[in-house]
């Protein structure tokens, strides 16, 4: 099988080490993405070599213009080629819209809208040349007025249309698509009456699992007819409740 790497900002931790692994088992060798969880990160490249991929780190904040070049030039140096990168990277800041100032807004937003456009802006060439893909990670805030996380639900929706202008301007050399998770993998504080609350808000009655994310990473990256789409992993979350 011809070698492929993929890309994972925030690859350490939660839901983006899930997909790391999950690339990792299905043949990829990997660029691992963190900010600040060094020892998480270090501990990722032991698994991924454990299943005998190759694994290099890239560290840095990405609300730093300055990172996205830093990460596409480690994927360049550690591998000289990139099929696949995967904006996992964000915040989740908790707050009422009208105590949101200038300063958080716009710490949001460079996280979560400007730094996905940043890392596949640095990717690009070597997308092209592998004919690769990018996947963004939206949710489910991206389609519904979240009052409690206003920011966050602003840029997640600004990442949905994001996908589609990346998919339009890079085709036809680059597929571009994202994932809206539902509740994959709920906040370490949630409550049990929480969980029971989402449980009973998602059709198919139960929560899902961070595996339910990769697989849906794993169809897009081999989907070479699939670009400018938002594939909601909810468990028919935007159906409705009953």
């Not at 043949?27 to 990722?44: C, K, M, N, T």
């Not at 360049?76 to 009208?98: H, I, P, Q, T, W």
């Not at 963004?136 to 639900?153: C, K, Q």
């Amino acid at each position: 099988m011809a070698q492929r790497v993929a890309l994972v900002t925030g690859g350490a931790v939660r839901l983006g080490r899930a997909i790391t692994l999950g690339l990792a088992e299905a043949g990829f060798d990997l660029v691992i993405h963190y900010r600040s969880s060094e020892g998480p990160a270090r501990q990722v490249v032991r698994d991924v070599e454990a299943m005998g991929r190759g694994a290099v780190l890239a560290a840095g904040d990405l609300a730093d213009p300055a990172v996205a070049d830093s990460v596409a030039e480690a994927a360049r140096a550690g591998y000289g080629r990139l099929d696949l990168v995967v904006n996992s990277a964000a915040s989740f800041e908790k707050g009422r819209l009208l105590d949101v100032d200038a300063e958080a807004w716009d710490a949001v937003m460079d996280l979560n809208v400007r730094a996905p456009h940043l890392v596949v802006r640095a990717t690009a060439p070597l997308l092209r040349d592998s004919r690769g893909s990018v996947v963004n990670l939206v949710d489910l805030s991206a389609y519904r007025p979240w009052t409690g996380f206003p920011a966050h639900a602003v840029s997640k929706a600004a990442l949905a249309h994001l996908t589609r202008i990346q998919a339009r301007a890079l085709a036809p050399d680059v597929r571009v698509n994202a994932i809206a998770p539902g509740a994959v993998l709920p906040p370490e504080d949630e409550t049990p009456e929480g969980l029971e609350t989402l449980r009973r808000m998602t059709p198919l009655g139960r929560l899902g699992d961070p595996s339910d994310v990769v697989r849906a990473v794993l169809y897009l990256a081999d989907a070479p007819y699939v670009t400018g789409q938002i594939l909601a992993v909810d468990g028919g979350r935007l159906l409705g409740s009953f």
